[in-house]
């Protein structure tokens, strides 16, 4: 886990710093090719919503609806 997360924070904060070779000691630890490339993705998407959010200066909802929101989508799923 220590591993993908330091790679994300890097792709995150200095993302000309990695190359293939960067991700070769997160699959010699176990972590799939698939897991690799969903994390990329998933950090990609994180990434882009938070420049939006300050770029439009989108409002972050209060805790509580946070938990609605979750418990909602507990019970929902995403439709």
Avoid at 9 to 21: H, Y
Avoid at 40 to 53: E, G, K, M, Q, S
Avoid at 65 to 79: C, D, N, P, T
Wanted: glycine share 6%; aromatic share 10%.
């Amino acid at each position: 886990m220590r591993l993908a997360l330091r790679f994300l924070r890097t792709l995150t904060l200095d993302p000309d710093a990695l190359g293939a070779a960067d991700v070769r000691p997160l699959l010699e630890a176990g972590i799939s090719r698939a897991a690799v490339r969903d994390a990329i993705y998933v950090a990609y998407l994180f990434n882009t919503y938070d420049r939006l959010a300050d770029a439009l200066g989108w409002e972050i909802p209060e805790k509580e609806a946070f938990e609605a929101m979750g418990k909602r989508l507990l019970k929902q799923g995403y439709r």
